[in-house]
């Protein structure tokens, strides 16, 4: 059973940073990417952030310059590094892993970030 733990999250004012973690329960070469999506109150859950297995990165265009991706391979964990925050990053973010075994996807509980104006 694979297992996605997310924490970090908090209420923040605009301009601020957080830095969300997401620690999974085997080794992160285990998945074909993972990534982070965020969800806000009455909208569909969209990408913020993924990292493949090889390292390569991608940003929704929302958060390019901003936020930032990266993992630790000892401790199979993936962060999400948050500068300048603005109010329209209020949001639960979700981890999300892609096994490389079966393609199946996994989520975390979600962490609530909420950014003050």
């Known amino acids: 059973q694979v297992q996605l733990v997310e924490s970090g999250g908090g209420l923040v004012q605009a301009g601020g940073s957080l830095r969300l973690s997401c620690a999974a329960s085997?080794?992160?070469?285990?998945?074909?990417?993972m990534g982070w999506y965020r969800q806000a109150l009455g909208k569909q859950r969209e990408l913020v952030a993924t990292?493949?297995?090889?390292?390569?990165?991608n940003y929704a265009d929302s958060v390019k310059g901003r936020f930032t991706i990266s993992r630790d391979n000892a401790k199979n964990t993936v962060y999400l590094q948050m500068n300048s925050l603005k109010p329209e990053d209020t949001a639960v973010y979700y981890c999300?892993?892609?096994?490389?075994?079966?393609?199946?996807?996994?989520w975390g509980q979600g962490t609530q970030v909420t950014v003050s104006s």
């Open positions: 999300n892993a892609v096994l490389a075994e079966n393609n199946a996807a996994r």
């Open positions: 085997r080794s992160i070469f285990s998945f074909i990417v």
């Open positions: 990292i493949a297995r090889g390292g390569s990165t």
